[in-house]
């Protein structure tokens, strides 16, 4: 059973950091990370593949960078210059398995 476990996010102004975390029972390659803002479907964010090639959305890029360490089989989502839009839960996904979610609110 894969489980997936997100923490880092939080309250922060307009313009602000994160660090989102997403730490993966088994392998962490080819997560991914999704995020939904209320009354919204849940979107793409961005991911990694296991050669380390990177995707994000467009409303991100520039923004903010994923990474791997696969030692600690952990995914990351640096998050910067955040915008009240960025406002929702975040979630990572691997496969069929989604995290829980972490809630991000940026305040204007």
């Known amino acids: 059973q894969v489980q997936l476990v997100e923490s880092g996010g939080g309250l922060v102004q307009s313009g602000g950091s994160l660090r989102l975390s997403c730490t993966a029972s088994?392998?962490?390659?080819?997560i991914g990370w999704f995020r939904q803002a209320p009354g919204k479907e849940r979107e793409f964010v961005a991911n990694i593949l296991r050669d380390g090639t990177t995707f994000y959305v467009d409303a991100v890029k520039g923004r903010f960078t994923v990474s791997a360490d696969s030692a600690e089989n952990t995914v990351y989502l640096q998050m910067n210059s955040l915008a009240p839009e960025d406002t929702a839960t975040y979630y990572c996904n691997q496969g069929p398995h989604w995290g829980q979610g972490t809630q991000v609110t940026v305040s204007s």
């Open positions: 088994g392998f962490a390659f080819g």
